[in-house]
């Protein structure tokens, strides 16, 4: 037979010693379990409008973890929405029941400010992402969100401050396209916010287009890319190891990165390929850009026969990559591109753009080329035809040689005869 508390001797003992060690604790434990069932207060207010408010207490959890109960206090109405009291009491009581006060699974839900909410966010989630990802992440959290919305809690963060903060960086300069990633930023902490049950489960903050008007992009200058005759002439005049590197971006079409992070084993020479498994981000290793970006490239015969007379002066590193610094790390191809590529373009008379103008030259030769865009989308990495598209340019030599050729299709017989030369002039 179990012995009761009445009955067992050392019952008292021990629990005065457990009492004596967690009083404290316990006393705030019983006092948060014994809730009592809520009803609210409603409260009549206002002089020329009447008011409808109803009152309750609520359980929040400090950024620190301590639980503090705090006032709520709601409009619930009008008196001409609600013509009795009856009436606003049942309104009062569906607040209560979304809130969950009187529910035995309710538990204190937490409260922050953006600024508070956004350290935290930044420490466990964004930690977790790539090195580029957490770069540009924290600077638009600085630089665009902190200011306006560091003070507001992040339940009354609404559609209509989003909306503002949009309009206010627009005004500012900030191009759509930054303003769109600016959103998917916030479309991130928000989904961990109310993961962590920092916002109710009636949010509707949603940072879609039926609920955000995001600016359209206006005029703009194509984006720059080498032609294919610009291209050979980086190439032939580029000192080693530069002229290997220009080569691979100009005839597989890589993303810059992807080749600063080539390590040796992925040149597969015997197939006649490389193969794209990672990525550099100012000197340090990282993951490709999408799961689309892990592929096998093809390459020419003669880069191949290149490749293998490079390897034979090639120095080892570290790292095991194909292109290293003299202390054997990744190259930071902006570095790179400031210190060498320029330089280069200036001296041969080229207009400046950067390591992406090889990537679309590769796509503009493919284009030409009529390579299938199943092909073009496996050798560029890319997820969608669209994309491939915003890759690929008009060719002046290509656009000329169709002008030409629809000429001679298109010319009246008697404007050929005219242009014809006369008999005795031949």
């Given at each position: 037979m179990n012995a009761s508390p009445k009955t067992d001797p050392t019952y008292g003992a021990e629990a005065g010693r457990i009492t004596a060690a967690?009083?404290?604790?316990?006393?705030?434990?019983?006092?948060?379990?014994?809730?009592?069932?809520?009803?609210?207060?409603?409260?009549?207010?206002?002089?020329?409008?009447?008011?409808?408010?109803?009152?309750?207490?609520?359980?929040?959890?400090?950024p620190n973890g301590d639980v503090h109960r705090v006032r709520k206090c709601e409009?619930?109405?009008?008196?001409?929405?609600?013509?009795?009291?009856?009436?606003?009491?049942?309104?009062?009581?569906?607040?209560?029941?979304?809130?969950?006060?009187?529910?035995?699974?309710?538990?204190?839900?937490?409260?922050a400010t953006f600024a508070q909410f956004a350290a935290v966010w930044q420490k466990d989630i964004l930690s977790q992402h790539k090195p580029s990802t957490i770069s540009a992440d924290r600077s638009r959290i600085r630089k665009h969100l902190l200011p306006d919305l560091a003070n507001i809690a992040?339940?009354?963060?609404?559609?209509?401050?989003?909306?503002?903060?949009?309009?206010?960086?627009?005004?500012?300069?900030?191009?759509?396209?930054?303003?769109?990633?600016?959103?998917?930023?916030?479309?991130?902490?928000?989904?961990?916010?109310?993961?962590?049950?920092?916002?109710?489960?009636?949010a509707v903050l949603d940072f879609d287009k039926r609920s955000l008007i995001v600016p359209k992009d206006g005029l703009?200058?194509?984006?720059?890319f080498l032609s294919l005759s610009e291209m050979q002439r980086v190439i032939e005049e580029a000192p080693e190891p530069l002229r290997t590197l220009y080569w691979l971006l100009a005839e597989t079409g890589v993303r810059a990165g992807e080749i600063g992070g080539l390590p040796v084993h992925n040149l597969l020479l015997d197939q006649g390929a490389i193969k794209i498994t990672q990525s550099c981000w100012h000197g340090r290793i990282q993951t490709v850009k999408s799961k689309n970006s892990l592929?096998?490239?093809?390459?020419?015969?003669?880069?191949?026969?290149?490749?293998?007379?490079?390897?034979r002066s090639w120095h080892p590193n570290g790292a095991g990559l194909l292109f290293a610094n003299k202390r054997?790390?990744?190259?930071?191809?902006?570095?790179?591109?400031?210190?060498?590529?320029?330089?280069?373009?200036?001296?041969?008379?080229?207009?400046?753009?950067?390591?992406?103008?090889?990537?679309?030259?590769?796509?503009?030769?493919?284009?030409?080329?009529?390579?299938?865009?199943?092909?073009?989308?496996?050798?560029?990495?890319?997820g969608s035809e669209r994309m491939m598209m915003n890759c690929s340019h008009a060719a002046p030599e290509a656009s000329r040689q169709f002008a030409s050729k629809m000429g001679q299709l298109l010319a009246p017989r008697d404007n050929l005869l005219l242009m014809m030369p006369a008999a005795g002039n031949a």
């Amino acid at each position: 037979m179990n012995a009761s508390p009445k009955t067992d001797p050392t019952y008292g003992a021990e629990a005065g010693r457990i009492t004596a060690a967690d009083s404290g604790r316990h006393l705030e434990e019983e006092k948060m379990a014994r809730r009592r069932f809520q009803r609210g207060q409603l409260v009549l207010r206002g002089k020329e409008e009447k008011l409808w408010v109803g009152r309750w207490r609520e359980d929040t959890k400090l950024p620190n973890g301590d639980v503090h109960r705090v006032r709520k206090c709601e409009v619930l109405g009008t008196l001409k929405e609600f013509k009795t009291r009856r009436l606003a009491s049942r309104e009062l009581e569906q607040r209560l029941s979304e809130s969950e006060v009187n529910s035995l699974n309710y538990t204190p839900r937490p409260t922050a400010t953006f600024a508070q909410f956004a350290a935290v966010w930044q420490k466990d989630i964004l930690s977790q992402h790539k090195p580029s990802t957490i770069s540009a992440d924290r600077s638009r959290i600085r630089k665009h969100l902190l200011p306006d919305l560091a003070n507001i809690a992040m339940k009354d963060v609404t559609t209509g401050k989003v909306q503002s903060l949009i309009s206010r960086k627009r005004l500012e300069g900030l191009s759509p396209k930054s303003i769109r990633n600016l959103i998917m930023t916030m479309r991130e902490m928000w989904h961990s916010a109310k993961a962590w049950k920092y916002l109710p489960e009636a949010a509707v903050l949603d940072f879609d287009k039926r609920s955000l008007i995001v600016p359209k992009d206006g005029l703009r200058e194509e984006e720059r890319f080498l032609s294919l005759s610009e291209m050979q002439r980086v190439i032939e005049e580029a000192p080693e190891p530069l002229r290997t590197l220009y080569w691979l971006l100009a005839e597989t079409g890589v993303r810059a990165g992807e080749i600063g992070g080539l390590p040796v084993h992925n040149l597969l020479l015997d197939q006649g390929a490389i193969k794209i498994t990672q990525s550099c981000w100012h000197g340090r290793i990282q993951t490709v850009k999408s799961k689309n970006s892990l592929r096998t490239c093809e390459i020419s015969p003669e880069l191949i026969s290149h490749l293998r007379q490079f390897l034979r002066s090639w120095h080892p590193n570290g790292a095991g990559l194909l292109f290293a610094n003299k202390r054997g790390t990744p190259l930071d191809m902006d570095v790179l591109r400031k210190r060498k590529l320029y330089p280069l373009l200036e001296q041969l008379g080229i207009r400046r753009c950067g390591f992406h103008a090889f990537r679309h030259g590769n796509e503009t030769v493919m284009d030409i080329e009529n390579v299938p865009p199943a092909v073009r989308m496996e050798r560029m990495g890319h997820g969608s035809e669209r994309m491939m598209m915003n890759c690929s340019h008009a060719a002046p030599e290509a656009s000329r040689q169709f002008a030409s050729k629809m000429g001679q299709l298109l010319a009246p017989r008697d404007n050929l005869l005219l242009m014809m030369p006369a008999a005795g002039n031949a």
